[in-house]
């Protein structure tokens, strides 16, 4: 029985195959019996997210895993095959210690895929599904993720628009659980932008839109306000940040507008954010004092910045994993000897009690201890002796000398 990881993911997939075969929580329960049930697959354990579908199991083969998944989606197989990655034993423990430490994310570092792992691997022990080695896979793999990320910089830098976002409000108030952020749009990128900001537990979040009905679905994922766009204008005096990313061809905020909403908040700072092409808010607003106005291309630069500094920490969490990679692997070996190692001990202990019987009694009829602890030691010695010296008689030709340094090896004796 050995160890797969079997999947698809962003690199090898589109988002069009990878919604296809994507494990929803209802189902998942049923999915990790249908697949452990049975000789091919012991073990196993699903991790699906919007950017990757895997199968972690213990198994005879992986091709059994693949038609599986192919079936259980009600996919043929020619439609997923092309997309479909099988990492055996050695290449299975070093993808999921990368993927748990961030290095095969689309965002590099990100830390939300290390919970998801972690509820991957919750989600086959309430099922019954994690056995001792893929029990042992995870309880790893968390460790390596934490040493990666208490030991490198992978996750110490900027690397999303939404973050960086968030870190130029920081630099500007220091808190930003005191602000009133206004977004307007709502996209994806300002649904990213208000996540960020929201983990920061700003004091209020609006959400505006020129469609009403979206801001205020939107709005009702954060606990926040709804607006038209139309009352922007007077609006903006209230707001400390404002996150803008539409389609709108012409700006959504001018500088009168700005101006009017400086004097009103008594020259207070603003930082606005545009992360919209055309632009949202006029250029001229980013020269009033008390507006600290940043673009795309400002972000952009902040997150390049912290792409360089992550892909240095690559270089290190690379080298953790290598070696914890090789530290799992060897716990598989130690593992696999356990049946000879009992065997072994099994053998001698029955040698033991075998000739502690015969010495016993040679005791008892001779009343001579000495005696009865000579023969015990000899014939201690000569079985002992028995296997492997039967070994080294009956290895011929070029193996004479390879099963003599096995057995040098083996009861570690002196080279002459």
């Known amino acids: 029985m050995q160890l797969y990881a079997l999947g698809l993911n962003h690199h090898t997939a589109p988002l069009a195959i990878r919604e296809r075969v994507a494990f929803g929580p209802g189902c998942l329960n049923r999915a990790l019996h249908e697949l452990s049930n049975g000789q091919v697959v012991r073990e196993a354990a699903i991790l699906s997210t919007c950017n990757r579908t895997e199968l972690y199991f213990a198994g005879e083969e992986p091709q ?36 748990a430490s961030g290095l095969d994310s689309m965002v590099l570092g990100e830390p939300q895929i290390l919970g998801q792992v972690k509820d991957a691997a ?59 952020v206004l977004f307007i749009g709502a996209g994806e990128m300002i649904e990213l932008c208000a996540t960020h900001f929201a983990e920061g537990n700003p004091r209020t979040i609006a959400i505006a839109n020129r469609t009403e009905e979206r801001a205020q679905i939107l709005a009702g994922r954060f606990n926040a306000r709804a607006m038209k766009i139309e009352a922007i204008a007077n609006a903006l005096p209230e707001f400390d940040v404002v996150v803008s990313c539409t389609a709108s061809p012409l700006p ?4 009168g507008m700005a101006e009017r909403a400086i004097k009103a908040r008594r020259h207070r700072p603003i930082v606005m954010v545009d992360l919209a092409v055309p632009r949202d808010v006029e250029a001229e607003v980013g020269e009033l004092d008390d507006v600290f106005l940043y673009t795309v291309d400002d972000l952009a630069q902040l997150v390049e910045t912290g792409m360089e500094s992550r892909q240095q920490a690559v270089v290190e969490a690379e080298g953790i994993i290598d070696t914890r990679v090789n530290g799992f692997l060897h716990w598989i070996q130690t593992r696999d000897a356990v049946p000879v190692i009992r065997t ?35 014939s201690l ?28 090896r083996l009861f570690d004796l002196p080279d002459s």
């Not at 959504?252 to 500088?255: K, N, R």
């Open 64 to 99: 059994h895993a693949a038609d599986w998944l192919a079936r259980f989606h009600s996919l043929p197989f020619g439609e997923i095959s092309p997309y479909l990655y099988s990492h055996p034993e050695r290449e299975a423990v070093r993808h999921v210690f990368r993927v």
């Open 122 to 180: 919750r989600r086959a022990e309430e099922a019954g599904t994690l056995g001792v080695l893929l029990h042992r896979l995870f309880q790893s793999t968390f460790a390596v993720a934490k040493e990666v990320r208490s030991t490198t910089a992978i996750g110490a830098n900027i690397v999303s628009m939404a973050a960086a976002a968030v870190h130029l409000a920081e630099r500007i108030f220091g808190r930003i659980d005191d602000l009133c």
């Open 252 to 255: 959504i905020v001018g500088l």
């Open 344 to 378: 072994l001990r099994q053998h001698a202990e029955a040698v033991r009690e075998a000739e502690l019987a015969r010495a016993l009694k040679l005791l008892a009829r001779s009343g001579n201890p000495g005696k009865a602890l000579e023969a015990l030691s000899h």
């Open 381 to 408: 010695t000569n079985k002992l002796m028995h296997g492997p010296t039967r070994f080294l008689n009956q290895a011929e030709g070029e193996h004479h000398a390879e099963a003599g340094e096995l057995i040098r």
